[in-house]
């Protein structure tokens, strides 16, 4: 299983990104995590078979999280991005019972 996660960069606060997380695998099921200098990993979105979105607080009305099932991509649409959002972000697929991670997209939000 391979994930290729990109679109991170530096940004306004107030601004927008989209990221992208290319599989090779189905992307049925997917999730966003975000990791700080500092701190721990932390869930920041996921998206189950069925096509709901679920999301951490922190986000939530800023983020959505889609799929294109046919390419193989997950995104994560970002708005209002404040500087607490600065971190890298891994998009991960549990395949077969293992956790697969992408390399991670840093995202920089300057006040």
């Known amino acids: 299983v391979q994930l290729q996660a990109s679109g991170g960069g530096l940004v306004q606060a107030g601004g927008s990104l989209r990221l992208s997380c290319a599989a090779s695998?189905?992307?049925?099921?997917m999730g966003w995590y975000r990791q700080a200098p500092g701190k721990e990993r932390e869930w920041v979105a996921r998206i189950v078979p069925s096509g709901e979105a679920q999301y951490a607080d922190s986000v939530k009305g800023r983020f959505t999280i889609s799929r294109d099932i046919r390419a193989k991509i997950v995104y994560l649409q970002m708005v209002d991005l404040n500087p607490e959002d600065t971190a890298v972000y891994y998009c991960?697929?549990?395949?077969?019972?293992?956790?697969?991670w992408g390399q991670g997209t840093q995202v920089t939000v300057s006040s």
């Open positions: 695998v189905s992307v049925n099921a």
């Open positions: 991960k697929r549990n395949w077969r019972g293992y956790d697969y």
